[in-house]
């Protein structure tokens, strides 16, 4: 029903900035809560940022919160990721996902195939 495709991932130095875009396919994309999560090699999955149906609501994790911003392109298709003053400790695989939820419960989930951010000197 819905796909997620990411894309602006790659190698960057301390300090430098990257965004990334997940591009959503799929009908009513718009009422789905689109997220992004990553997965660091020896650390549990860790939610990074959200925005909710119609782009209200946008979220980052505290762990970020000050560096990174996210928000949904006009359409609602689209989610954003800009990251700034980039640490080690932001490299790990990012995951596209979108959540279709009722009643607080998810009804449909899905996910990208994940894109690969390293910050390295």
């Known amino acids: 029903q819905v796909q997620l495709v990411e894309s602006g991932g790659g190698l960057v130095q301390p300090g430098g900035s990257l965004r990334l875009t997940c591009v959503a396919s799929?009908?009513?994309?718009?009422?789905?809560?689109l997220r992004w999560l990553r997965q660091t090699p020896g650390q549990e999955r860790e939610w990074v940022a959200a925005v909710g149906p119609d782009g209200r609501d946008a979220t980052v994790a505290d762990s970020v919160k000050g560096r990174f911003t996210t928000s949904r392109g006009g359409d609602m298709n689209t989610i954003y990721l800009d990251m700034q003053a980039m640490n080690v400790g932001d490299t790990g695989t990012y995951f596209c996902n979108a959540v279709l939820a009722r009643g607080g419960e998810k009804v449909f989930e899905f996910w990208g195939q994940g894109i690969q951010v390293t910050v390295s000197s």
């Open positions: 799929g009908y009513g994309i718009s009422r789905y809560h």
